[in-house]
């Protein structure tokens, strides 16, 4: 009878608080490991108390910072499951101590050079215990309420800040600026950062590792501001907010692995104004099948199209995508928007630097039951950013009649990547299988670099696994099929907006 009215009166972990987390290699070599790791969980620990965990890690290392990462997270749940004492902050420093150990005996027992930056959220009742170390990042955003950070970078450049000896915009210039004054891995006395703070309803959170916040290689900005994180966080859901971040990180070209944990506690206004939402959407559904663009929005219903925030003309990102109707030109999408649509029906994409216009970028036709998201985009011609673009269902035409530039993009799904580059004035058909990706070469020159495949026109290739099959000679009536997809049955390089 003691212990449970002791296990009752032990303030429990919010149970309609939501939280997701997305992230990504980032724009380095595909055979760059991933070193972050992200974890969420309700847990009970030994002495009774519900908490909801959210933990972020980033590794480093010359080799082996996703050893280190890995057991970091794993070693901080476990320690935190069986806390046997009543202090929360003891509880997060412990689970701390222990995950440096854990990384210490990885560095030993393997002879690697590696640490870890860790960043955690637990969360009971309406209380936030945040654990910290290294240079990953919390914040909090509230409504009415200026962005906060709540935690500090362990860097050595942001200690000479700290200290006066440099100002924030000379971080790009000053030697080792990144490179960690304090983590997990580096030595046996941790000295981490442990604070409580009183939660409000709406509130959301943000974990983050630094590929999301630190500048960019010309240092002119960061590849996301902090201006910009409010806005994304009250509008979207937390997965997708967490995508938007990291496709907007990942597209202004991080050169790191990136991830973005989002919590979301109750009483979001975004949920308040459903009832809105719903009129809104359903107008918009209108309009668009008036102008002949049928998207299917997926995900929360929020004020936003898709898996992106939508953006008002004049506050639009150079990394997005253009959907385009009839009268709809201009109509703008942040790069991470999931676009569906039904078996015969079809969206048209202008997108890779073209104008209001449509002129000068790639026209994307999508059909078959196509589900697609772009990840990140070319910002202008000649960029050397590479398109992502996972297509996981049906078919999408690729038209690059009035293109003013080659088109290099990267298919993804579960089932592997290839690597496609079309010239100016060329044309592909692409097809999702159950194996990968069929490639149908309409026009010009169509060249699969990763792996190495050169298609010409009326050549047919099936991607499977990462291995290219052999190229088979496909018929008009292929051709025309593919035609059809845009309104162009005789030639898929005259497709025309509906």
């Given at each position: 009878?003691?212990?449970?009215?002791?296990?009752?009166?032990?303030p429990?972990?919010p149970?309609?608080?939501?939280c997701?987390?997305h992230?990504e290699?980032?724009?380095v070599?595909?055979?760059?490991?991933?070193?972050d790791?992200?974890?969420?969980?309700?847990?009970r620990?030994?002495?009774?108390?519900?908490?909801?965990l959210?933990v972020?890690?980033?590794?480093?290392?010359?080799?082996g910072?996703?050893?280190a990462s890995?057991?970091?997270?794993?070693?901080?749940?476990n320690?935190?499951?069986?806390?046997d004492?009543p202090s929360?902050?003891?509880?997060?420093?412990?689970?701390?101590d222990?995950?440096?150990?854990?990384v210490?005996?990885i560095?030993?027992?393997e002879?690697?050079n590696?640490r870890?930056?860790?960043?955690?959220?637990a969360?009971?009742?309406?209380t936030?215990?945040?654990g910290h170390?290294?240079?990953?990042?919390?914040?909090?955003?509230r409504?009415?309420?200026?962005l906060?950070?709540l935690?500090?970078?362990?860097t050595?450049?942001?200690?000479?800040?700290r200290?006066g000896k440099?100002?924030?915009?000379?971080?790009?210039?000053t030697?080792?600026?990144y490179?960690?004054?304090k983590?997990?891995?580096?030595?046996?006395?941790?000295?981490?950062?442990v604070?409580?703070?009183?939660?409000?309803?709406?509130d959301?959170?943000?974990?983050?590792?630094?590929?999301?916040t630190?500048?960019s290689?010309?240092?002119?900005?960061?590849f996301?501001?902090?201006k910009?994180m409010?806005s994304?966080?009250?509008?979207?859901?937390?997965l997708?907010?967490?995508r938007?971040?990291?496709?907007?990180?990942v597209?202004?070209?991080s050169?790191d692995n990136?991830?973005?944990?989002v919590?979301?506690?109750?009483?979001a206004a975004?949920?308040?104004?459903?009832?809105t939402?719903?009129?809104?959407?359903?107008?918009?559904?209108?309009?668009?099948?008036?102008l002949?663009?049928?998207?299917i929005?997926?995900?929360?219903?929020?004020?936003?199209?898709?898996?992106?925030?939508f953006y008002?003309?004049?506050?639009?990102?150079?990394?997005?995508?253009?959907?385009s109707g009839k009268?709809?030109?201009?109509?703008?999408?942040?790069c991470?928007?999931r676009?569906?649509v039904?078996?015969?029906?079809?969206?048209?994409?202008f997108?890779?630097?073209?104008?209001?216009n449509?002129?000068?970028?790639a026209?994307l036709?999508?059909?078959?039951?196509?589900q697609l998201?772009?990840?990140?985009l070319?910002?202008?011609?000649?960029d050397?950013q590479?398109?992502?673009l996972t297509l996981?269902?049906?078919r999408?035409?690729?038209?690059?009649?009035?293109?003013d530039?080659?088109?290099?993009?990267t298919?993804t799904?579960d089932?592997?990547t290839?690597?496609?580059?079309?010239?100016?004035g060329?044309?592909?058909?692409?097809?999702?299988?159950?194996?990968?990706?069929?490639v149908?070469?309409?026009?010009?020159?169509?060249?699969?670099?990763?792996p190495?495949?050169?298609l010409?026109?009326?050549?047919?290739?099936?991607?499977?696994?990462?291995k290219?099959?052999e190229?088979?000679v496909f018929?008009d009536?292929k051709?025309?099929?593919w035609?059809?997809?845009?309104?162009?049955?005789?030639?898929?390089?005259?497709c025309?907006?509906?």
């Amino acid at each position: 009878m003691v212990a449970n009215s002791k296990t009752t009166s032990i303030p429990a972990a919010p149970t309609d608080l939501l939280c997701d987390f997305h992230q990504e290699i980032g724009a380095v070599s595909k055979d760059t490991p991933q070193e972050d790791c992200a974890r969420k969980e309700k847990i009970r620990t030994t002495s009774g108390q519900e908490v909801f965990l959210a933990v972020v890690c980033d590794g480093e290392g010359v080799k082996g910072g996703e050893r280190a990462s890995e057991a970091a997270i794993r070693t901080i749940f476990n320690a935190c499951k069986g806390y046997d004492g009543p202090s929360l902050p003891a509880m997060l420093k412990q689970a701390l101590d222990e995950a440096n150990r854990a990384v210490i005996k990885i560095a030993n027992d393997e002879r690697l050079n590696v640490r870890a930056s860790a960043t955690i959220a637990a969360i009971a009742k309406d209380t936030l215990y945040l654990g910290h170390i290294g240079h990953s990042r919390a914040y909090l955003a509230r409504e009415g309420e200026s962005l906060r950070r709540l935690t500090t970078d362990h860097t050595q450049g942001e200690d000479l800040v700290r200290a006066g000896k440099i100002k924030a915009e000379d971080l790009p210039r000053t030697p080792k600026a990144y490179e960690l004054s304090k983590a997990l891995g580096l030595g046996p006395d941790l000295q981490a950062d442990v604070t409580t703070l009183e939660l409000k309803r709406g509130d959301h959170l943000l974990l983050c590792t630094d590929g999301l916040t630190k500048f960019s290689r010309d240092g002119k900005r960061h590849f996301v501001e902090e201006k910009e994180m409010p806005s994304i966080l009250g509008k979207n859901a937390p997965l997708e907010a967490a995508r938007t971040l990291v496709s907007l990180s990942v597209g202004r070209n991080s050169q790191d692995n990136v991830t973005a944990l989002v919590i979301e506690m109750p009483g979001a206004a975004r949920l308040k104004k459903s009832y809105t939402v719903q009129i809104a959407v359903g107008v918009s559904i209108l309009l668009a099948l008036a102008l002949g663009v049928f998207v299917i929005l997926q995900g929360s219903k929020s004020a936003n199209c898709g898996q992106g925030e939508f953006y008002l003309k004049g506050d639009v990102p150079k990394d997005i995508l253009v959907i385009s109707g009839k009268e709809n030109k201009g109509a703008t999408y942040y790069c991470g928007t999931r676009i569906t649509v039904g078996a015969s029906d079809s969206t048209h994409l202008f997108f890779d630097a073209a104008d209001a216009n449509g002129k000068g970028g790639a026209l994307l036709s999508l059909g078959g039951g196509a589900q697609l998201i772009a990840t990140y985009l070319a910002a202008h011609a000649g960029d050397s950013q590479t398109t992502l673009l996972t297509l996981t269902a049906g078919r999408m035409l690729v038209n690059m009649k009035n293109a003013d530039h080659a088109l290099r993009f990267t298919l993804t799904s579960d089932k592997g990547t290839v690597e496609l580059t079309l010239d100016k004035g060329s044309a592909a058909g692409i097809e999702a299988t159950a194996s990968g990706w069929d490639v149908y070469c309409l026009a010009g020159t169509c060249q699969a670099t990763a792996p190495a495949k050169t298609l010409n026109a009326k050549d047919h290739v099936a991607f499977a696994g990462g291995k290219a099959g052999e190229a088979e000679v496909f018929d008009d009536a292929k051709k025309n099929e593919w035609g059809r997809l845009c309104g162009a049955p005789l030639s898929p390089l005259d497709c025309k907006l509906p």
